[in-house]
């Protein structure tokens, strides 16, 4: 049963929602009819055989992975070279929509993103007052999360608000013994993103910790989350008639290959004293470090099952050296350790620090924002 405090404060993160996302287009609008935009290859390149949007209120939307999610909702997954760079649940969601919109597969995508932007708020509240001592707390956690300098990119035509919100989902089920549901969520998110295959691992935690009062029945959230994650490669294979590894070729071809944990950190710092792109490194560096030490801490004073969601996340980040920057993409992935903003939450209730977080947060989406509008490499 939803108490009247939630009912509140569900209208409150409504309105936190449309206030936010309001002012970030309006923000982009005005940046882009100011500014030049400077798109850095040719049209063929970077729009994948996607026309170029001409709705000035759109069009600053249409940037980076934004247009090679169009071409594979478009035209499947042989649309360009490294089309296999996502799972298929976020494109194919953008088709389905887009008759609604006339076709238009970037207005579908925007809305998809927009509407996940919203489950992400209200479902991380939800989460958030089952662990934490407050219900302050909570809604601190959402407002951080809602203005998190890269948060504008939950409600771009990225796959990540629907990524996350799998991931919020299939935790608050797993809080609440519903295993099944978990897993469903598990799987969804392993469609969604890449990364989505490491929720199998504390979802296999949190089975293994029920064991005494769920018995078997825990088990259903790891596996399905597994069956889901496995979805994606498969059709690569009978699908495609591809080998998966084409998955990591697409990757990797996209600027970036594995190496030694913790090996971009230092090639970013070595790269910042050298003043090559030094500011770009800088930023991905700051974001890096921050959450190194909010995972740490997510480990100590959270549920344990937090803790191994987000070392699992952090070691594949720190496992990627990019290209042209080391940490390339950093400040967009760490949106993904939705913990880290139940955590914040917990040091916000000191006022200094809540306004140490917030008004950098602020300028900090502002910023960010403008530079992908003029495309400016933000992630």
């Not at 008759?99 to 238009?104: D, H, L, Q, T, V």
């Not at 490491?198 to 029920?210: D, G, S």
């Not at 792109?277 to 100590?300: A, G, P």
């Amino acid at each position: 049963m939803v108490d009247s405090t939630s009912r509140k404060r569900i209208s409150q993160i409504l309105l936190l929602f449309l206030g936010a996302t309001a002012i970030v287009y309006c923000w982009m609008y005005v940046v882009r009819r100011t500014l030049p935009a400077a798109p850095p290859g040719t049209v063929a390149d970077l729009y994948k055989g996607v026309p170029p949007e001409t709705n000035p209120w759109l069009e600053p939307w249409q940037r980076w992975d934004t247009p090679h999610y169009q071409a594979i909702a478009e035209r499947g997954y042989g649309a360009f070279d490294t089309a296999l760079f996502t799972p298929p649940l976020y494109p194919l969601l953008m088709r389905l929509f887009a008759p609604a919109f006339r076709g238009n597969t970037l207005a579908s995508g925007l809305i998809i993103s927009g509407l996940g932007f919203l489950g992400c708020l209200v479902a991380l509240y939800s989460l958030a007052r089952l662990e934490l001592p407050e219900e302050k707390d909570a809604f601190r956690a959402v407002t951080y999360l809602a203005f998190f300098p890269t948060a504008f990119f939950l409600a771009a035509a990225y796959s990540e608000s629907i990524f996350l919100l799998m991931v919020i989902l299939g935790f608050y089920c797993v809080r609440r013994n519903q295993w099944a549901a978990a897993g469903l969520f598990g799987a969804l998110a392993g469609l969604t993103r890449t990364p989505g295959a490491l929720m199998t691992i504390p979802l296999a935690w949190a089975a293994w910790e029920a064991r005494g009062t769920a018995g078997h029945r825990a088990w259903l959230a790891p596996v399905l989350a597994g069956l889901g994650s496995m979805v994606f490669p498969l059709y690569v294979r009978f699908g495609l008639g591809l080998p998966p590894t084409a998955i990591l070729d697409a990757l990797n071809a996209r600027g970036g290959h594995l190496a030694f944990i913790g090996w971009n950190l230092i090639v970013a710092s070595s790269r910042i004293l050298q003043g090559w792109l030094w500011q770009e490194n800088l930023i991905e560096l700051f974001f890096s470090l921050l959450f190194i030490v909010l995972t740490v801490d997510i480990w100590k004073r959270l549920p344990r099952i937090y803790g191994i969601y987000s070392v699992c996340l952090m070691v594949l980040f720190l496992s990627r050296l990019g290209a042209p920057q080391p940490l390339s993409s950093m400040a967009r992935y760490v949106l993904e350790i939705v913990p880290a903003f139940m955590l914040l939450a917990l040091w916000g209730r000191e006022a200094r620090l809540n306004r140490i977080i917030l008004y950098p947060s602020w300028m900090g989406l502002l910023f960010f924002s403008a530079q992908f509008a003029i495309w400016g490499w933000v992630g």
